[in-house]
């Protein structure tokens, strides 16, 4: 999505001091969310398992890849590389387990996060056997020594199944008039840009690459403005390269290897606990029907607009002289009109066309978190499913079949009105100031959220803000290598940036 330019536009304090203009477009979703959720997209479409992520800097992308999703394909093992020790402790925080993880929200499957400290230049032996690697806006920042190596590493020695890059389309910068593409003057995006390539260009090096090693390659990009212009291209442009021959990959190099073939210093390890309590089938059947009865669909009840709450009262459906036995005398001006079914008794239950009982889909129930810790895998949900006397399966269309009227749903619904949130695992708890929260979820203030029902991990805590105040106070020298800026500024990722994003 884009958003026009304003007058009064906040400006990013980042190292894009020549992106920083009032008339610039504005992408919303921010351009590196766009480019890190296009990402994940691709790893899930390739059932990528085990990824790396080359210039993980604050771990704007790993953060998002620890989200267990309810695919068949969980991301089990993560390894990010960066060279600046501050920004892999940032790392390290960021990819901390969140309070809301714990407890009874453990996930399902095991997850190991590795931070090293290293240079791409350099191959690792413990980073093959990876399914996926991903360099998002790494490859600009590095100098010639470095970049001629890149390939050597990644699809030389590496070999992993499939490697996603991305760097900015400098076609793009005609929409960034203060950076004078195309003029003599001409500047790049980002201060410490070595270059900035256009598709063709890009196009080139990836397929010289993919040809020399083996993998074939196919392009796309994030990051487009109102009536898309195929000759100018999208912001940020995407080279998506698959092994042709993954059963030829190496096999992974235990951790006994010397130094020679591991140079990668491992600056931290975390392990995600996992639920681990053991449950009978029969246990976990009665789980399955509880959550089917919770969740099934249901015939709304009538609306009673006699009655201040709007909820259906027991002695009418909606006819106004009743209401918990009560007679209400109604003024002139309240009488109901002749197109009002006053006729209406308890005896016909209201409908709606829109609505099928006695069927729910399989991925209504699979979704429940407590329904995946028991059942692990969609095929052990399926196979407790087989069991039950109650529903029968549709597999291939995905549904869960079964009889509305039989009593265990009507006892199911008797017991579901009892005295509301005695459950405390469907119940939120009551805070002091009387409103409904789950205050497990909420951490404090400085838990950074994106859109909604979105939660982003950010690093937080007194390093982060003293890595912060030093960003704001001076900027950083370049390092001699010139190519460890690998990634976003802490800043621009953070809650201390615009809502936007400059063309970066």
């Known amino acids: 999505m884009y958003f026009p330019p304003t007058a009064n536009s906040a400006t990013s304090s980042t190292a894009d001091s020549a992106c920083d203009a009032d ?37 704007a992308l790993m953060s998002l890849l620890v989200w267990e999703t309810t695919g068949d394909y969980p991301i089990t093992h993560l390894a990010g590389v960066e ?70 590493v990644v699809l030389g020695t590496l070999k992993p199944k499939l490697v996603i890059v991305s760097t900015p389309n400098a076609e793009f910068n005609i929409y960034f008039p203060q950076l004078n593409y195309g003029k003599p003057n001409a500047i790049f995006r980002n201060d410490d840009h070595r270059f900035e390539w256009t598709r063709q260009e890009f196009q080139d090096w990836c ?64 392990e995600y606990p996992i639920y681990k309590e053991q449950h009978s089938d029969s246990e976990i059947l009665e789980y399955l029907h509880e959550k089917i009865a919770l969740v099934r669909p249901r015939l709304p009840e009538p609306y009673d607009e006699t009655e201040e709450t709007g909820y259906y009262n027991e002695a009418s459906y909606g006819h106004p002289s009743g209401g918990h036995g009560e007679n209400y005398s109604l ?7 002749n197109n009002t079914s006053s006729d209406i008794t308890p005896d016909d239950p209201p409908s709606d066309p829109n609505i099928e ?34 529903v029968r399966i549709e597999q291939e269309a995905g549904l869960i079949r079964f009889d509305e009227d039989n009593p265990y749903w009507k006892e199911a619904d008797r017991s579901l009105e009892a005295p509301l949130y005695q459950d405390d695992e469907l119940s939120p708890s009551r805070s002091e100031n009387d409103d409904w929260s789950d205050s497990s979820f909420y951490k404090d203030e400085q838990d950074n959220f994106e859109e909604e029902g979105e939660v982003e991990r950010k690093p937080y805590g007194l ?32 809650e201390h940036s615009p809502e936007w994003y400059s063309p970066k």
């Not at 714990?102 to 290293?118: A, E, F, M, P």
């Not at 407590?370 to 069991?387: D, E, H, P, Y």
């Open 23 to 59: 008339d610039e477009p504005r992408f919303y979703p921010p351009l590196w969310q766009q480019r890190r959720n296009l990402a994940r997209r691709i790893l899930d479409e390739n059932h990528s398992t085990s990824v790396i992520d080359f210039g993980c800097g604050e771990a």
């Open 83 to 152: 060279l600046i020790e501050d920004r892999l402790q940032l790392a390290r925080e960021a990819c901390q387990p969140q309070d809301f993880e714990l407890g009874s929200n453990l996930r399902v499957n095991k997850l190991t996060i590795d931070l090293y400290q290293g240079s791409v230049d350099q191959p690792d032996q413990r980073f093959i056997g990876f399914d996926a690697l991903v360099c998002l806006e790494v490859v600009e920042h590095l100098d010639p020594p470095v970049l001629e190596k890149f390939w050597s």
């Open 207 to 270: 397929n010289a690459a993919a040809g020399q090693y083996g993998y074939n390659v196919t392009y796309t990009g994030a990051g487009a403005l109102p009536g898309y212009n195929p000759e100018v291209g999208l912001c940020t442009q995407f080279a998506i390269l698959h092994n042709l021959n993954p059963s030829q990959a190496p096999e992974p190099v235990s951790l006994g290897a010397n130094a020679v073939d591991q140079p990668y210093r491992l600056f931290s390890r975390v």
């Open 331 to 337: 003024n002139p001006s309240d009488e109901p009109d």
């Open 357 to 390: 009982l006695g069927v729910i889909s399989l991925e209504d129930i699979w979704i429940i978190l407590g329904v995946r810790q028991r059942c692990k895998t969609r095929a052990g949900l399926m196979r407790i499913l087989n069991q039950s006397s109650l």
């Open 463 to 494: 390093e982060y803000q003293h890595y912060i105040d030093q960003e704001e106070q001076v900027d950083a020298p370049l390092e001699e290598s010139g190519w460890s800026a690998w990634h976003e500024s802490p800043v621009t990722c953070s």
